[in-house]
C-alpha cells in the first residue's frame, strides 16, 4: 500500500529533491553561457543564488536524511542499512563540489569572467552527474520508506526537521515570518514576563502594611496655660511658720 501521501516527511523531503533539479538545471544553463562568453543579463545572480540554495537548504536536506530519515528506516528495514550508508558518505563528495562552485561564482564579477565560467561548468557538470544518480536512488528509498515507517516516525521527523529551519519552505517558496524574540541561553536572560510559572515553587506573602501610629492628640492651648497658671499659684503658698515658745 502506497502511503506516501500521507508521510509530510517523505513529502517535503521529495519537494526538496525537485527544487534541487530545478535549481541544478538553472545553473548549468547559467554556466554554459557564461562559458561560452554569452551571458544573460541574470546568469550570475543565477549562480548566486544557486550557491545560497546549497548553503541554505542542501545542507539541512543531508542532515533530515542522516539524521532522521536513515536512522528510522534502517531500524524498520534492517536489510537497507548498507544501502543508507553508502547514500550518506556520498552527501561529502556533493558538499565539495558546491563549495567549488561558490569559490568560482566569487570570480564571476571580475575580469576573466569567461575562465571563470569555463571552471564553473565543469564543475557544475559533475556535480549534475552526482546529483542525479544520488537523488534516483533516493527516490527510490523514499518509496520503500513510505511503506516501512509508522505515523510516530513520520511526527519524530518532522519535529527534528523543524529544528534545523525557519518557517521557509524547502521547495523554494520564501515567505517572510514573523520576528521572533530572541532566546535567552540562560534562565536570567529571559525577560520575566515570558518566563514560565514553575508550578513547584510556593506563592509568595504579602507583606501587611505597617499599622500607623495614632498621632498625638494636642491639647487646647488654653486649658494648657490654665494648668500652668494653678500649678504656680499652688508653689507660691508658703506654710505658716510656727510661733517660738517663750
Not at 51 to 80: M, Q
Not at 131 to 152: C, P
Request: overall charge positive.
Amino acid at each position: 500500500m502506497d502511503t506516501s501521501h500521507v508521510l509530510a516527511s517523505l513529502a517535503q523531503l521529495e519537494r526538496c529533491h525537485r527544487r534541487h533539479d530545478d535549481v541544478m538545471e538553472g545553473l548549468l544553463a547559467a554556466a554554459r553561457r557564461l562559458a561560452a562568453g554569452r551571458p544573460d543579463t541574470g546568469d550570475v545572480d543565477t549562480v548566486h543564488d544557486a550557491v545560497a540554495y546549497f548553503k541554505r537548504s542542501i545542507t539541512r536536506h543531508f542532515l533530515d536524511e542522516e539524521g532522521s530519515l536513515f536512522p528510522r528506516l534502517s531500524t524498520r528495514r534492517p536489510e537497507l542499512a548498507e544501502q543508507l550508508a553508502s547514500l550518506s558518505a556520498e552527501h561529502p563528495s556533493q558538499v565539495a563540489l558546491q563549495n567549488q562552485i561558490g569559490e568560482l561564482a566569487a570570480k564571476l564579477d571580475g575580469d576573466s569572467r569567461q575562465g571563470a565560467g569555463k571552471s564553473l561548468l565543469e564543475v557544475a557538470e559533475r556535480l549534475e552527474v552526482a546529483h542525479r544518480t544520488h537523488v534516483a536512488r533516493e527516490d527510490h528509498l523514499f518509496s520503500l520508506a513510505a511503506e516501512a515507517l509508522t505515523a510516530d516516525d513520520d511526527a519524530g521527523i518532522i519535529a527534528e526537521m523543524e529544528t534545523r529551519r525557519d518557517r521557509r519552505n524547502e521547495d523554494g517558496h520564501h515567505g517572510q515570518p514573523a520576528p521572533r524574540r530572541p532566546r535567552a541561553d540562560t534562565l536570567a536572560g529571559t525577560p520575566k514576563a515570558i518566563r514560565a510559572p514553575d508550578p513547584k515553587a510556593k506563592p509568595k506573602k504579602q507583606a501587611k502594611p505597617a499599622a500607623k501610629k495614632p498621632a498625638a492628640v494636642k491639647k487646647p492651648a488654653a486649658k494648657a496655660a490654665s494648668k500652668r497658671s494653678a500649678a504656680k499659684k499652688s508653689s507660691s503658698k508658703k506654710k505658716p511658720a510656727s510661733k517660738k515658745r517663750r
